[in-house]
């Protein structure tokens, strides 16, 4: 990873940590005792913190100028309430009972099962709140700050992430042609972080051809991020991936096993290149998101 990137990284994560600060204490009192434990423990241990820094770097390229700077991590902030809730209920016993996420045991593994169903279920609405109250105090129309915080709620939802949980799910045991696969990746994984793209974009204010760009951009940089997850899976050890099971144990169809090793990161490539194409068409100085499609394929976990 340049330098360059690796200082915007962590100056970034530092600033969204601090928003999930804030958003855990505006959680409500109701969400208590273990329950507010294993909210905790999902949304603050750790992870790259990708879908928000996505958002605040596409809300800047789009001239996006925030009179108020929390303002702006606590909406992109609501994209990582999400996200972790994704993975508390993705690591339960009933999806992937999985023990270890991030090098530490998995939420239910620490604070139990229901408590990390409930904690995890009460994050969902809360990031919709949190999305539409930070877009308003951002200065965005009411009619524009709406618009954000649908695009968070439509891409965690049934024609988004879960939904792509779901064909996953489904998909266990079997082997997925190609385009299953990328149906399957872009909802499950590719909705929420091109969301991160796009609520940034429409929180500046962007132009349609823009925000179309950053759609295709995401699009391609969230098969990318995926196909790397895969070869990431099939080629490195649980402790440094940080977490189990791995995908072939839970027969999952992977694009490792559709194209080969070779064949994957040649796949990966495309997509990358494709999301280049796209930025360029946007017509956005953004260096960055130039610098994150090829650190997407590039990461080592
Ligand atoms: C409704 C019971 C119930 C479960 C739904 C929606 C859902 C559970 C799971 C969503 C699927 C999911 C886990 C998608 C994310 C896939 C993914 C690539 C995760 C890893 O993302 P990174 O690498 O993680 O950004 P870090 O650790 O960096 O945050």
């Known amino acids: 990873m340049s330098t360059e990137l690796q200082t ?3 100056r970034e994560g530092e600033r969204v940590a601090a928003a999930l600060d804030r958003s855990m204490e505006a959680l409500p009192a109701a969400v208590a005792g273990p329950v507010r434990d294993a909210v905790r423990h999902g949304v603050t241990s750790g992870g790259k913190r990708l879908r928000p820094i996505l958002c605040v770097t ?3 390229a789009c001239g996006g100028k925030a009179s108020d700077d929390e303002a702006l991590y606590d909406l992109a902030a609501s994209l990582e309430l999400i996200h972790a809730y994704s993975l508390m209920h993705d690591d339960l016993p009933c999806m992937d009972d999985a023990d270890l996420r991030r090098g530490s045991p998995t939420t239910h593994r620490v604070h139990g099962e229901d ?3 409930v904690g995890g279920a009460a994050l969902i609405p809360f990031a919709a709140l949190r999305a539409l109250q930070a877009a308003l105090r951002l200065g965005c129309p ?3 700050a709406r618009r954000v915080a649908r695009t968070l709620v439509e891409a965690a939802g049934a024609g988004g992430m879960v939904g792509g949980q779901w064909l996953d799910l489904q998909g266990e045991g ?5 385009d299953e696969l990328g149906v399957l990746h872009g909802m499950k994984t590719g909705a929420l972080l091109t969301a991160g793209l796009t609520m940034g974009a429409r929180a500046a204010g962007a132009e349609v051809a823009v925000d179309e760009a950053l759609e295709e951009y995401g699009r391609a940089i969230g098969l990318a991020f995926q196909i790397a997850d895969d070869i990431l899976d099939a080629t490195q050890s649980a402790e440094v ?3 189990t099971p791995s995908d072939a144990e839970l027969e999952k169809s992977t694009y490792v096993a559709l194209h080969g090793l070779e064949g994957a990161r040649t796949r990966a490539g495309e997509e990358v290149d494709a999301a280049l194409v796209a930025l360029r068409r946007s017509g956005l100085d ?3 998101l130039a610098l994150l499609a090829r650190y997407i394929v590039e990461r080592e976990h």
């Open 174 to 178: 079997r082997s997925l042609r190609a």
């Open 115 to 117: 408590a990390t169903m």
């Open 58 to 60: 596409a809300y800047r």
């Open 286 to 288: 953004a260096p960055i």
């Open 241 to 243: 991936l940080g977490k």
């Open 142 to 144: 009411d009619a524009t």
């Open 8 to 10: 915007y990284l962590s």
